[in-house]
């Protein structure tokens, strides 16, 4: 049995730095409660950022609240940061966990 997953992007808004990452499918993992990521930068932790989830099936997004918990890696093979989400509604997390269990099967490159 085949699943049909839904295509997701992802942009990532660190209003301290200005700075924005749009991420294509590949890069990202959504879960209910946060989400990890590949960066080419390094992301302090406890930066607080705003990410939002756009679905093809739908064509809805998401917007959340979340801040860094962990960033490892280096400078030539990139970051691979943990956010978590704060302050998420019900129907927020709800949402998130649908997006979640659709990309079960996706891993970050």
């Not at 997701?8 to 749009?22: C, E, G, M, P, R």
């Not at 946060?34 to 739908?58: C, K, L, N």
């Amino acid at each position: 049995m085949s699943a049909r997953v839904a295509r997701q992007t992802v942009s990532l808004f660190n209003a301290k730095a200005s700075q924005v990452l749009s991420l294509p499918p590949g890069y990202f993992q959504v879960r209910s409660n946060g989400i990890q990521f590949h960066s080419p930068v390094r992301i302090a932790e406890w930066t607080e950022m705003t990410v939002e989830v756009e679905t093809s099936a739908g064509g809805r997004s998401t917007r959340c609240a979340g801040v860094v918990v962990a960033c490892r890696g280096n400078r030539h093979a990139g970051y691979r940061v943990c956010l978590l989400f704060t302050g998420l509604s019900a129907h927020d997390r709800n949402r998130l966990r649908a997006i979640a269990l659709s990309t079960s099967t996706l891993g970050l490159q």
